[in-house]
Nanobody
Framework: QVQLVESGGELVQAGGSLRLSCVASARTFSTSFIGWFRQAPGKERDFVARISSSGSFTYYADSVKGRFTISKNNAKNIVYLEMNSLKPEDTADYYC??????????????????WGMGTQVTVSS
């Protein structure tokens, strides 16, 4: 079992930046793929980014590529999502997720077993 706690979401103006954090309770966090997803009101949960256990491999949705950066601090059991050049369409609840496995679960939310409660990001125009 693992608990994931996201933080860092807030109201920001378009063009601004935020850094989201995801803190995990499990020691196996350091050997696991971690993903970030987002869900806007009335929409499905979408893949944003994911990072390999070592942090060597990162993957991004086309909509955030070049603006968002995912990183991992295994010593602190934290994954970050640095978000720059934010747009109103980035407004959503942001969730981190994992399977506690080094295997790449891909970009489908149904492939992830453990989820945090989310943090809300609102980008005003």
């Amino acid at each position: 079992q693992v608990q994931l706690v996201e933080s860092g979401g807030e109201l920001v103006q378009a063009g601004g930046s935020l850094r989201l954090s995801c803190v995990a309770s499990a020691r196996t966090f350091s050997t696991s793929f971690i993903g970030w997803f987002r869900q806007a009101p009335g929409k499905e949960r979408d893949f944003v980014a994911r990072i390999s256990s070592s942090g060597s491999f990162t993957y991004y949705a086309d909509s955030v590529k070049g603006r968002f950066t995912i990183s991992k601090n295994n010593a602190k059991n934290i994954v970050y999502l640095e978000m720059n050049s934010l747009k109103p369409e980035d407004t959503a609840d942001y969730y981190c997720a994992t399977n506690l496995s080094p295997m790449d679960p891909g970009d489908r939310p149904q492939e992830y077993r453990y989820w945090g409660m989310g943090t809300q990001v609102t980008v005003s125009s």
